[in-house]
């Protein structure tokens, strides 16, 4: 196929953004309930972008729009009640309707359609579509879906393990179905569930067919791969509970739920053992308010512990009564140390942080039962643990030796990297710090033994289902999909999980990509029922096998390789029609350290399933970096290079230009490289857009599309916090020839005005509005090899200096809507750059916090740094670290989204100053030879008038000559829409605004919006 694309020409980028945003609330079926993986693309995003790029572009404009809306749907708006803690109220929501991209609607009729118009696209036969960056395997399910020959590659073996489970298991025996075992039909226990499951049946229908099952009056039902999983996953449980059951005792008659515990230290005055403890809060609902209380035992050798129900609530507002819950659920440990129950005084730190290091890596922290999670029936109760269960919980050892001594590699004693992959430096493992060095430190041992015995029994699976009869696909299947539930299983069974207090549920170890030392932790009774147990993980997991089955229906056998990109060949001697790939972002996320964590316990269950798994797991670890053939992991990480930043930054910018050169070499003539970006850091983004185009790529469109959405439907227009930008690139023809700025400038400036107004016309708003503009201006630069500078013989211009000229006109254009609202072609010239950032901010995120991203983006596009910003124009105040959590204890009680995929990190915050913060003596007074900036005048302005010295205020008006200035007028005017309603700001600038226009009244009027009236009925006096 050649030709324009769709996607170079249109893309429902509101409905794939709407669409991904609802996708990080489904639960059931999606792919990231499979096993997790950092940073999975969402699915309708990667739908989206794969139709797109594979279908033409229509030609007209109206048939473009019925095309756009056939995959995303319409958008509309609802209105919704929400209830807050005080009151209800309406909030407005977008959501999409038709289209297939929204979760559910992916195997809609509307899909097949797309399926046969992709085909008709390549003349009959199956598009191939490469990801070699294929980690969780969004891309290519997408891809496998949409009826495409897929290879998906990824150089991690955990990935490729997923990649087996998320596309090759399902497109083998999707449609098959072989009859439930014997022991499940067997089973009233399962029998009930896959009735339940399967079928909608009355208490009565379901009590006469269980009993006709039992009697064997009906063969075993014929079911799929997902009720076969569920099955052998029943088997490995009952199995697995024959040995672990009198480790998790009942009490009372009641189940235990989960063990809360607490590290130890001996305290360095006292030689007390003490716990290590960041809240005391064991629940904190509205309803249900429980602490645990710490005191010294009678002999004051440690602590003893009680159970306080029913706190009560004490504050008069909202503010008042966090302070009081802060203090009254404050643990032993703070971020300063641990201060001592037994001779100590609370929060008096007796043994700093570094007291509480050397003692770990003296190997003399110890750990504690703090309290005891059982169910009631009728929901949780807390209990302090009794003698039996805290001896019962290190009296493993002979069973430990016995359930390892048959399980290849042994008890898991594998280093834990220490990974120095993080911007700032620190590194996000953190456990070595205190001596926890080995995978096994991070489990209790009744957590190892726990694993030990699902492992061990999932092994045993394959000679249990061979003697069943079971063909070797369906028992590779299988074991996998169990392998899967043990890595939930792992995930959920750390001593890096958590215990949230508001929903009291456990929270995963992989809340961050991080492994973090903790100090309290949870641990989770594995073979009962619920969040963190094994038969969970389980049904999780069939439910992704039964979506994938539908997905895989029909579908062409997919080519999974465990591959190093930079190794990358043409599939099968064929060249490849589209790779749409998500490359790693500098040092964003530390993919295979984290994925070691799985890996232990996938070689172990694995070993022996066939050589492609014993090749895969062979090591120890996953793939990092080898000097020698400079090839590995293409992650920014200085500690695999001797801890030099530079050499670690040039290799992955070096490999991730050869990876693109691969790509590139491997696409048919007309085909497309598709590369999403998720690191909007300006630098980071321009190094890669540097590579691709040195790796010859001409970049002919981008779409940034939010992923995650806070605010609702009010800042989805405004600022997007949490986008990708998708970026599609051509290959650049041998012929091409090196370019010249000023043509190449002129060339941009022509094309990207059509660009900036159709995206503004979509709705395109925020920083997202620069990273879309981008992608078209790309075009002019990337079409040559080089772009040569006119006036400067033998010098080039590079990719930054060519974006920063691109990302003045975007501003100046978002700028000119802000100060003439309704007048379409005023692009502003002539401003200021702070003032423009000033404005770019303020529209944007108002006098709120703001991630600093796209600040940084804003300011680096005015000319600025976010440092000169917060120094030295005091325009900024840095705010820092997550949004409102400046309370460590509450963050830990809260870590909590039990079945919740990784998120990344929000990073750090900025605010604008107000007027009356920002006072520095200079301000709005020329300097260094360099002319006040307008909002510095403005805001001097602002002083002198409150102040009420109407005279101060003329002369300084007279000495700049405000108000014969046009741009001043509309500045002001802009500044009064953007001032709260009914503020002191709003009224300060609009009573300088008719004073000003009573002296040039003919200015103010040709200033879009404003109301001459107002100059008539001038306000002037207030305030002087
Ligand atoms: C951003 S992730 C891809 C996530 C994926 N799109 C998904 O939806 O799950 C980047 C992937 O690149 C892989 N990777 C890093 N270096 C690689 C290399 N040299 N060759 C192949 N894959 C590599 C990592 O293992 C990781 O899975």
């Known amino acids: 196929m050649s030709g324009r694309r769709l996607i170079e020409a249109a893309f429902p980028l509101k409905q794939a953004s709407l669409d991904s945003v609802h996708e990080k609330n489904v639960r059931h079926g999606h792919i990231s309930t499979l096993h997790i993986w950092p940073a999975r693309r969402p699915l309708a995003a990667s739908r989206a972008a794969l139709i797109a790029t594979l279908l033409p572009d229509p030609g007209t404009a109206e048939e473009r729009k019925r095309l756009i809306e056939k995959i995303g749907g319409k958008v509309i708006q609802k209105t919704e009640k929400k209830k807050t803690p005080t009151k209800t109220v309406d909030v407005l929501r977008e ?14 009729p509307d899909l097949d359609w797309f399926r046969k118009e992709i085909r008709k696209a390549y003349g009959g036969r199956a598009p191939r579509v490469l ?3 294929a980690g969780g395997g969004a891309i290519p399910l997408e891809a496998m879906r949409l009826g495409c020959e897929v290879t998906a590659a990824d150089i991690n073996p955990v990935a490729w393990f997923i990649l087996k489970c998320t596309l090759e298991y399902p497109q083998r025996l999707a449609g098959q179905h072989r009859p439930l075992p014997q022991f499940a039909v067997e089973s009233p226990e399962f029998m009930e569930a896959f009735l339940k499951g399967t079928s909608k049946l009355t208490k009565k229908q379901l009590e006469r067919q269980l009993k006709a099952v039992q009697q064997s009056l009906f063969p075993p039902p014929e079911v799929d791969l997902a009720w076969h999983v569920r099955a052998w996953g029943f088997w490995v449980l009952q199995q697995a509970r024959k ?25 360095k005055n006292c030689r007390a053992t003490i716990p290590l403890l960041k809240t005391r809060w064991l629940c904190k609902k509205s309803d249900k308010r429980i602490l645990l209380k710490v005191a010294p035992n009678a002999d004051r050798s440690s602590v003893a512990f009680e159970i306080e129900e029913n706190v009560p609530v004490v504050g008069s507002n909202a503010a008042q009564r966090r302070e009081h819950d802060k203090r009254i659920g404050g643990g032993t440990m703070s971020k300063a140390g641990a201060w001592c129950p037994c001779c100590g005084q609370a929060r008096t730190v007796s043994m700093g942080m570094e007291d509480i290091r050397q003692e770990g890596l003296a190997g003399r922290l110890g750990t504690m039962i703090t309290a005891v999670v059982a169910d009631a029936g009728a929901g949780k109760m807390y209990r302090t643990a009794t003698a039996q269960e805290a001896q019962l919980a290190t009296e493993t050892a002979t069973d430990l030796a016995s359930v390892f001594s048959g399980i290849p590699f042994g008890i898991p004693d594998e280093a834990i990297p220490q ?50 009869g079971y063909p070797p696909e369906w028992i590779d299947a299988v074991q996998a999909y169990l392998a899967c539930a043990i890595s939930r299983l792992a995930d959920y069974n750390s001593m890096v999980c958590l215990w949230g207090v508001s929903r009291e549920t456990i929270a995963h170890t992989f809340t961050r990509y991080a492994i973090p030392i903790t100090w309290d932790f949870c641990e989770t009774n594995p073979i009962l029922h619920g969040t963190g147990s094994y038969d969970g993980g389980v049904d999780w997991v069939a439910r992704y096998v039964e979506h994938a089955l539908a997905a895989a229906k029909g579908a062409v056998t997919p080519m999974l390789v465990r591959q190093d990109v930079l190794r990358l060949s043409q599939g099968n001697g064929l060249a490849w029609d589209a790779v749409v790939t998500d490359p790693p972002y500098y040092d964003v996320i530390p993919y295979s350290d984290l994925a070691d964590f799985f890996l232990i316990w996938l ?36 500690s695999r290079f001797g801890g030099d930043a530079t050499r670690s930054r040039n290799a992955y910018e070096d490999g991730m230009r050869r990876a693109f050169t691969r790509c590139l070499a491997s696409l048919t003539p007309e085909g497309k490289l598709f590369v999403v970006f998720a690191n909007k850091q300006p630098t980071a983004w ?7 185009v040195g790796a010859g790529a001409t970049v002919t469109a981008s779409w940034p599309i939010v992923t995650e959405m806070r605010g609702g439907v009010r800042n989805f227009g405004r600022a997007s916090l949490a986008s990708s930008v998708w970026l599609v690139c051509s290959k650049r023809p041998e012929s091409a020839h090196a370019g010249w700025d000023n043509r190449v400038l002129e060339d941009m400036r022509t094309s990207i005005q059509v660009c900036l107004r159709e995206y503004w016309d979509a709705g395109i708003r925020g920083p997202d509005f620069v990273w879309a503009a981008t992608g078209p201006a790309l075009e002019a630069y990337s079409r040559h ?10 010098q080039t211009m590079d990719v930054s200096e060519f974006l920063r000229a691109v990302r003045r006109i975007v501003v100046d254009f978002v700028v000119g809507r802000v100060v003439s609202p309704g007048a379409e072609d005023e692009a502003v010239s002539g401003l200021d750059d702070l003032t423009t950032y000033y404005l770019l901010h303020r529209n944007d995120f108002g006098l709120e916090e703001a991630p600093v991203g796209p600040c940084i983006l804003y300011a680096v596009s ?36 039990p079945e919740g995929e990784v998120e990344e990190g929000t990073g750090s915050k900025v605010r604008l100053k107000t007027w009356q913060q920002r006072k520095a003596k200079g301000m709005g007074y020329d300097g260094d030879g360099r002319p006040a900036p307008l909002i510095d005048q403005v805001h001097r302005l602002m002083h002198l008038w409150k102040a009420g010295d109407q005279v101060k205020v003329d002369e300084y008006l007279e000495a700049r000559a405000l108000a014969g200035n046009r741009l001043f007028h509309r500045v002001l005017q802009a500044l009064i829409e953007l001032a709260d309603e009914g503020s002191e700001e709003r009224a300060l600038l609009e009573s300088i605004s008719n004073h000003v226009a009573g002296k040039r009244p003919e200015l103010a009027a040709q200033v879009p919006g404003w109301d001459i009236r107002r100059g008539g009925q001038s306000e002037e006096g207030e305030g002087t």
């Open 785 to 794: 090899p080089v772009v040569k500078k006119a006036n400067a013989p033998g």
């Open 603 to 638: 070689r172990r269950i694995l070993h022996g399933a066939g050589p492609a798994f014993d090749e895969a797991f062979e090591d120890s670890h996953g793939p990092k970096w080898d000097q020698e053939s400079g090839e590995g992991e293409l992650i920014d990480d200085a």
């Open 95 to 108: 959501e999409t309707i038709g289209g297939v991209l929204h979760w559910g609607r992916e195997s809609s």
């Open 419 to 468: 990974g120095g992959s993080r911007s700032g430096g620190g590194s996000p493992f953190t456990t070595h710090l205190y001596g926890i060095t080995r995978w096994s430190q991070l489990f209790t041992p009744r957590q190892l033994l726990g694993i030990g015995a699902f492992v061990r029994d999932t092994r045993d699976v394959r000679a249990a289902m061979a003697s069943s």
């Open 131 to 133: 990801d070699p960056f």
């Open 862 to 897: 005015c000319g600025l740094s976010d440092a000169d910003l917060a120094d030295e124009h005091e325009l900024l105040a840095r705010t820092g670290g997550k949004a409102g959590s400046s309370d460590e204890e509450e963050d830990a009680a809260e870590l909590e989204d």
């Open 686 to 692: 321009e190094a890669l857009v540097g590579a691709l």
């Open 243 to 267: 040995g672990l059951e009198r480790f998790y005792p009942k009490v009372d008659g009641a189940p235990t739920v989960a063990y809360l515990w607490a590290r130890t230290i001996a305290c």
